[in-house]
């Protein structure tokens, strides 16, 4: 099967560069990474906040069954040009990995086929190479169980 | 110059990947690989040097002919390290597609 999201991540750098097709039209595409609500839907966090705009703050947030806080992250938006890039800085709170710097651009393909390509700086080799190392089966288990949730409305 | 050769950066090449995907099933000597690509036979034992120095093929020689197969432990080394990562993703952007295709207009 082939892979339709693709990660660069060459040994001894400090970033990785992800990228992916979807079958979206451009416009689709972004507002999927603007609009909180649809934030919400795909990435399985709570948004806070998220000021759509240069300078404006976001904060995403994830709690477990019993209430407690697992995932808290929040940054600044620094470029934001519609259906073309993003540009702002993320970071998990509570936790050593410092302040990374995303830089996400989009494509239109055709005129029902997009791309997104994003590209994470982090400070150092040792965090990004830390950062990649994290549990994610567990996040993956959470955006599933969402999905099942989200479209069941739809049936 | 002597460049730091690493799995990452082999991967990081078309060709190079396809010569992993070649020889993945069957040991087979430079000119059978060559004979699989367009590009030109040095440029092919370029990427088999490379893909050699970072220990993702092993060279073995047979007779007069050096056959190259893959080696599995550091092929493992790279998917268990990237995977899960990229599957993490891969499952967000599923997601992504699947409920954004429900603003398509109706056709």
Known sequence: MELKTKIHAEDGRHDIVITREFDLPLELLFRAFTEPELIEQWMGNKVLQFEAK??????????????????DADGVIHEFIPNRKITRTFEMRHTPFGVQLEVSDFYQLTEDKSQVKLHVIYETVEQRDEVLKLPFKQGINWAHNRLEEFMSKFK | MNLRRDVFQAIADPTRRAILL?????????????????????????????????????QEQTGREIYYHINAKNMKAIADFIEPFRRMWDDRFNKLEEIMKNYLPKK
Not at chain 1, 54 to 71: I, L, T
Not at chain 2, 23 to 38: P, W
């Open chain 1, 54 to 71: 240069k300078y404006g703050a976001w904060h995403f947030e994830n709690r477990d069954d019993k209430g407690n806080v697992v995932f």
């Open chain 2, 22 to 58: 070649l020889v993945a099933t069957q040991s087979l000597t430079a000119g059978a690989i060559a004979s699989n690509f367009d590009t030109a036979r040095p440029t092919v034992s370029k990427h088999l040097q490379i893909l050699t120095e970072c220990e993702l093929l092993k």
